[in-house]
């Protein structure tokens, strides 16, 4: 931040998206505003900076370590801020804690042995009603997680090559961008940019996720980790342990009226890294002389559960999608429990309720997905009981929802 914007902060005075404080404050005073500050709009915090304008700068030694101890301990869901210091006159420093909009709303402040959500009116920060907390977990629950910012990015972390193909050839676009901010301009209108309160224009989570340049680097929980074990159950030495990185949609390119692809995305990795665990050649040799390759479970059926994983995981929880292969199974683990109303039955009976709406789109404009979204119901089932003898497995808790697939006894 430059310090002729601060001083129009500080000109400006408090207001729904802007708190002064002293930085001689209690922890969890300071926890309070950005608890409700995280739970409208984000915002900006500055410490030494009277409710008047009045600039007495820090004083505590320390500052940094002490504002990020208040996050950690005080604050929940975890929110990790921008935190800067700003000299605004000689020996005079001011704190400034910058907030994107929270995505795991609501926060709540944790002291005390409670739990208090505090909301933003107008300049002060108040206990939220009850009314006010169903709108926070409505919100929490009923937005659409991928289309909020991440902090840190730009259109320079998204792939255009990428985004051209999908443009042009894939939703066939008649008008392509030509410059950059055209380019930015057309990515805001379909939800892969958004604006992050702060007045910047960065990617989306669906954005990222689907046409971003190492998506992790600024998404942790992209990517999905792929774990193979010998035994039946985790062990500290594994066949293969890897966390694949890099966006949902490869990168193609047109070929005498032919896609082909250029660069694995995220699911051809997938596909390429499991392969040689969920197979074995045939005892038999064909008319070829070459052995065939027999599979322990249907291919169909991992992939749309693999996909299924990626396309409806809860953005919001900060923790990867597990792939793990064991001697008599394959689990898959998509973080984040079902939907809105939806239950295991009304999964295996078809019904769709979709987490995020605008990657599921994108997979389905890549036929990565088909238009029915009944996977569950029209592959993965019939297949595992056509080709296994079994049935799938789906246990869901608060945190996640687990696929189990039983391995086929070869004969």
Not at 358 to 374: H, Q, W
Request: hydrophobic residues 40%; contains cysteine; glycine residues 8%.
């Amino acid at each position: 931040m430059r310090t002729a914007e601060l001083l129009e902060l500080i000109r400006n005075g408090e207001n729904s998206g802007v708190e002064f404080k002293r930085d001689d404050i209690r922890p969890e005073q300071l926890a309070k505003e950005i608890v409700a500050l995280a739970n409208l709009q984000g915002g900006r915090l500055l410490l030494g900076v009277e409710d008047n304008g009045t600039v007495t700068g820090i004083k505590r030694p320390d500052v940094q370590e002490w504002v990020l101890n208040v996050f950690r301990d005080k604050v929940h869901p975890q929110i990790i801020p921008f935190y800067e210091e700003i000299e605004f006159a000689e020996g005079c420093r001011i704190a400034v804690i910058s907030l994107s909009p929270g995505i795991a709303k609501p926060y709540v402040l944790r002291h005390n042995g409670r739990e208090d959500v505090y909301i933003r009116m107008g300049d002060r920060s108040e206990l939220a009603t009850r009314e006010q907390q169903l709108r926070l977990f409505q919100s929490g629950g009923m937005l659409h997680v991928e289309t909020l910012p991440v902090a840190g990015t730009s259109i320079d972390s998204l792939d255009l090559d990428r985004l051209n193909f999908y443009l042009a050839s894939i939703i066939e676009d008649p008008e392509l961008p030509n410059n950059r901010e055209q380019w930015i301009e057309r990515l805001l209108g379909l939800g892969l940019m958004a604006e992050d309160g702060l007045g910047n224009k960065v990617c989306s989570i669906a954005g990222l996720v689907c046409f971003g340049i190492r998506p992790r680097r600024y998404l942790p929980q992209a990517g999905l980790r792929l774990m193979i074990f010998a035994g039946a159950d985790k062990e500290y030495q594994a066949r293969l342990d890897t966390v694949l990185d890099g966006p949902l949609a490869g990168r193609w390119r047109m070929i005498a009226g032919q896609r082909e692809l250029v660069d694995r995305g995220l699911i051809e990795q997938f596909a390429a890294a499991i392969q040689p665990f969920i197979s074995c050649e045939e005892a038999d040799v064909d008319e070829t002389m070459r052995r065939g390759k027999e599979l322990f479970y249907p291919w169909q059926a991992v992939r749309e559960t693999v996909i299924n994983a990626l396309a409806h995981r809860d953005w919001s929880r900060s923790v990867d999608i597990e792939v793990s292969g064991y001697a008599d199974r394959l689990e898959v683990i998509s973080p984040g429990a079902l939907q809105n109303s939806m239950t295991v039955a009304k999964m295996i009976a078809g019904q769709r309720s979709p987490r995020n709406p605008l990657i599921m789109e994108i997979l389905r404009d890549y036929g990565y997905v088909d238009a029915r979204g009944m996977g569950v119901r029209t592959k993965v089932i019939p297949l595992m009981r056509q080709h296994n003898g079994a049935e799938p497995v789906f246990a869901v808790s608060e945190d996640c929802l687990k696929t189990v697939l039983p391995k086929r006894k070869l004969s």
